[in-house]
């Protein structure tokens, strides 16, 4: 398995182009699912998750073509996929592929729309707390479908599936992905309530409007979907990925340096930007660029994670990182998800002082870590062991990096490229 060695005390200066995001990559490659024509998508991301999504559509009988990215293109810069389910014959998912990839339960909105049935297992456990899909379930249900849960799988039958009005309890980013793409093949008009505003719910809601659908109010926490009897194919470009450039700007600030980053939008990151100029960073922002200078010691920086557009959870571990080297003592607050903590213990044994209470973190800056052996234990939490590794004195040796091929797409080459001493070992 292969682990990243990782000399810290350089700080990051220079340019990379980001990818395009994971996050709305999984969705918009499941509303292929919903239509008999070809759905071609660019700025498709190089990570293991979306090559997890693909064998899953392939295995349904999904027929995929690649379209490799020029030799001289950025690095990490993505592939344009073509996708025709006019073949879709399989509307199943198995457990060994969704409990790799808890996005999986993607297909099981678009499958009940297009195919009237679908059988999806259920993620099971995950590391960073229990995840249920409640939410996808109930709503599927208000809008007709016969759901049982059998055998550790998601059997869910509806000849068509009806408009409702559907509120779920909390707000989620997938949970609302799913069920606008079902509805918009519904009959007749469905109200989501509570709906999640994150950039990639809209990023989905303009490829599915591109491909012949109804939608209003993605972007706000009422989505109104009016269904239609089919969706046609369509070209889409998948929107930058705001937490892989959250994470190379808390890189950047926590190593003292300074960097531009190409081919991504201040516009989905004001929450993160913000901590970064609490934190004593210079931002300065174009319409697909960012660029950041770091001070000569950043000020630690409080925060408390919630939903779009508030501070996002997949931005907490690094913050942690960079507050575990700054000037004074911050508070963490996590409540999204329970459990997303486990990046505290590592980062304590390269020396970090970091108290935990609860779903509180308590980070007292300290002016050096220093180098070890961690393990990186989910996507976001080793990323920001990532960021400690880079800061820290001597050697830092992060081992089970396939989370990190996860979700950073050729994350060694670019932070070489941006002058850091990184080197995968096997
Ligand atoms: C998505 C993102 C993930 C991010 C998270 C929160 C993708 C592929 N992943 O995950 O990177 O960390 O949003 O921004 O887009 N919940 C329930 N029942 C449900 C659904 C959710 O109880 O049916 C709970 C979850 O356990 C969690 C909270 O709601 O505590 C938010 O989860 P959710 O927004 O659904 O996360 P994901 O969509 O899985």
């Given at each position: ?19 395009g995001?994971?996050?709305?990559a999984?969705?918009l ?9 070809t759905l071609t998508l660019t700025n498709v991301p190089h ?17 995929v073509t690649r379209e490799v990215a020029p030799?001289?293109a950025?690095?990490?810069a993505g592939d344009t996929l073509s996708l ?151 070209t889409h470009k998948v ?188």
């Amino acid at each position: 398995m292969d682990k990243l060695l990782i000399t810290g005390g350089r700080p990051l200066s220079g340019e990379i182009a980001i990818s395009g995001a994971k996050n709305a990559a999984l969705p918009l490659l499941c509303a292929a699912l919903l239509t008999r024509e070809t759905l071609t998508l660019t700025n498709v991301p190089h990570l293991n998750d979306i090559g997890t999504m693909l064998k899953l559509l392939e295995q349904m009988g999904v027929k995929v073509t690649r379209e490799v990215a020029p030799t001289d293109a950025p690095v990490g810069a993505g592939d344009t996929l073509s996708l025709d389910a006019s073949g879709l014959n399989n509307a199943v998912a198995p457990y060994e592929m969704v409990k790799t990839m808890r996005a999986s339960i993607l297909v099981l909105g678009p499958l009940v729309a297009r195919m009237s049935e679908a059988r999806v297992s259920l993620p099971g456990g995950c590391a960073i707390g229990a995840r249920p899909v409640d939410q996808h379930i109930k709503g599927l249900a208000a809008m007709g479908a016969t759901i049982s849960v059998e055998h550790g799988y998601v059997h869910a039958q509806a000849t068509r599936l009806k408009g409702a009005r559907l509120f779920t309890d909390m707000v989620t980013v997938t949970g609302t992905e799913n069920l606008m793409m079902a509805a918009c093949l519904a009959d007749g008009e469905t109200v989501i309530e509570n709906a999640a505003r994150e950039p990639e719910v809209v990023d989905l809601a303009n490829c599915l409007v591109a491909m012949g659908a109804r939608i209003s109010g993605a972007g706000s926490d009422v989505i109104r979907i009016q269904g239609v009897g089919s969706l046609h194919g369509a070209t889409h470009k998948v929107m930058p990925d705001r937490i892989e450039t959250g994470t190379y700007l808390c890189a950047a600030a926590a190593t003292g340096g300074s960097v531009r980053l190409n081919h991504t939008s201040a516009a989905y990151l004001d929450a993160v930007i913000d901590k970064l100029m609490d934190a004593g960073c210079e931002v300065t922002t174009e319409r697909d660029a960012i660029n950041l200078k770091a001070p000569k010691r950043l000020t630690a920086v409080s925060l408390r994670t919630s939903p779009y557009p508030a501070f996002p959870t997949d931005m907490q571990a690094q913050f942690m990182a960079l507050n575990a080297v700054a000037e004074g003592t911050s508070i963490i607050r996590e409540t999204i998800f329970e459990n997303r903590f486990m990046h505290a213990v590592e980062l304590t044994r390269l020396g970090a002082n970091i108290r935990i209470d609860g779903n509180t973190a308590v980070v007292t800056g300290k002016e050096f870590l220093e180098g070890a052996s961690v393990m990186a234990t989910d996507l976001r939490a080793s990323a920001s062991l990532v960021i400690a590794g880079l800061v820290a004195r001597g050697e830092t040796l992060i081992e089970r990096i396939y989370h990190l091929d996860r979700g950073y797409a050729a994350l060694d080459k670019k932070l070489l490229a941006l002058g850091a001493d990184v080197r995968r070992v096997k």
